[in-house]
């Protein structure tokens, strides 16, 4: 009989014999005969390694790509070259533009680099949490506390003392401030308040939009990003969630929100490739978890053997998505189908399969390559347990003239439910037909 290989990732570390299905390093594609191909992630091909380490923010500015590494901001080059621009202070930071400067909020202080890195006489308040752009205005929140102040209009170094207001609809303290939908959300620790330009200038530059007021905040500074329609993050609810025209729109699945939950979430980043947009969860101590915008599915990213994937930030160098590594590498991400020269492992497990309570002979397996796939090997393990215990693997080579044939396996033992896990990890590109075969 013919089967569907795996659907999304959906094994809950609580549960995991409950659903073992997997997708490590490989999403979900439409194909135009209506089938579903399984294809790799993009690999990480290395790009400059920046002198220092960890990552701190990334983002453009004019079309230039920025980066901030430890005390530090970097320019990246598309060539492959980065020069560093000037000192800012360590901790957690955040980086916008306003009229072609570069604007720094770096641990608690906030820094403009345009011809040079300066740092701004402050207004309301001197500790600052965040940085943001919109309408002309350069918006920073305070750290540990309820206010927010703004620059004088295209100025982004004049921080007037009367130019702020204080979200405080409900008494929790402000993590970020996003622009979205031309208005300002500000992210707090259990809420979230969008604000509105009035036209108006100085003091009453903005104002709460009406019913504005949402009862999620966000988890962490870094737990959020933006894409092209929205963005993406992950919630004081431990949820993740799509945001768009002033709404909250729930993603996550049970295993999702179990690794939110059990794991610590470092961050949010998105990258494209191909018509997909990819929005990742980065994991601490697991792989990341990641959702096609396109296929509305979650898939796995990891490195090595299952390990976390070490990512910070990404952001656009030119054509391309870069990503930031705490070691200090920029990577850009490629159909390389390797990790910077180290092994690119690709593994799916299928949910477990009942064979209707009945010891059964498992005589041929059989999945599909599709065309284009090049020397190469391919391995199958099994499980009769629901996933508890494997069989060793049985690798099959696949070789030039091979497209489009079979790869198949024979006289599989006998068992009464049937898990099994397919894994590749040679540097080419493979991509598998969703639907599988069995013969009992």
């Not at 915008?293 to 910070?312: F, Q, S, T």
């Not at 990503?323 to 991400?333: F, H, K």
């Not at 910077?340 to 309570?357: H, N, Q, S």
């Not at 079979?406 to 599989?412: E, F, S, V």
Request: hydrophobic content about 40%; proline content about 4%; overall charge negative.
């Amino acid at each position: 009989m013919r089967f569907a290989l795996v659907g999304q990732s959906g094994r809950d570390s609580d549960n995991p014999l409950g659903n073992t299905s997997r997708l490590v390093n490989i999403y979900a594609e439409k194909m135009t005969t209506g089938e579903r191909a399984l294809k790799s992630v993009l690999g990480m091909d290395p790009h400059v390694q920046l002198n220092g380490v960890l990552i701190r923010a990334m983002g453009v500015v004019d079309g230039v790509t920025y980066a901030i590494l430890g005390g530090r901001l970097w320019r990246i080059r598309e060539n492959g070259s980065a020069s560093p621009l000037g000192q800012v202070t360590t901790g957690h930071a955040s980086l916008s533009g306003n009229n072609g400067a570069v604007c720094i909020q770096a641990g608690t202080r906030y820094f403009v680099y345009d011809s040079g890195m300066s740092e701004p006489a402050t207004g309301a308040f001197s500790a600052f949490g965040s940085v943001e752009y919109i309408d002309n205005y350069t918006v920073l929140t305070e750290a540990g506390g309820r206010m927010f102040q703004w620059s004088d209009l295209a100025d982004p170094k004049t921080l007037p003392g009367l130019n702020f207001s204080t979200a405080d609809a409900n008494d929790d303290k402000l993590v970020r401030a996003f622009a979205l939908d031309g208005r300002l959300y500000l992210f707090k620790e259990h809420s979230t308040e969008i604000w509105y330009n009035t036209g108006a200038s100085g003091a009453e530059a903005f104002q709460r939009v009406a019913g504005g007021v949402k009862g999620t905040g966000l988890k962490a500074h870094n737990l959020i990003c933006r894409f092209d329609d929205g963005a993406f993050m992950v919630g004081s609810d431990n949820r993740a969630s799509l945001i768009a025209g002033g709404q909250f729109q729930p993603i996550s699945t049970p295993a999702v929100e179990t690794a939110i939950r059990e794991s610590l979430p470092v961050a949010c980043l998105v990258y494209s490739d191909e018509g997909h947009t990819f929005l990742c969860i980065v994991l601490r101590d697991a792989p990341a978890w990641c959702y096609d915008l396109a296929m509305g599915e979650w898939h796995e990213r990891a490195e090595g053997e299952a390990g976390p994937w070490n990512v910070a930030a990404s952001a656009r160098l030119g054509d391309e998505w870069a990503i930031g590594r705490d070691s200090g590498e920029i990577a850009v991400l490629r159909r390389t189908n390797s990790d910077g020269g180290r092994p690119l492992i690709r593994e799916l497990t299928t949910p477990t399969l009942r064979m209707d309570g009945a010891r059964t002979v498992l005589r041929e397996f059989e999945v599909f390559p599709s065309s284009g796939f090049r020397n190469g090997s391919i391995s199958l393990r099994l499980s009769r347990d629901g996933g508890a215990t494997w069989t060793p693997d049985k690798t099959r080579i696949l070789t030039r003239g091979e497209f489009d044939d079979r790869a198949i396996w024979r006289n599989l033992g006998m068992g009464r439910a049937l898990t099994a896990k397919l894994r590749w990890s040679d540097p080419y590109d493979l991509c598998l037909s969703e639907n599988a075969r069995i013969a009992t």
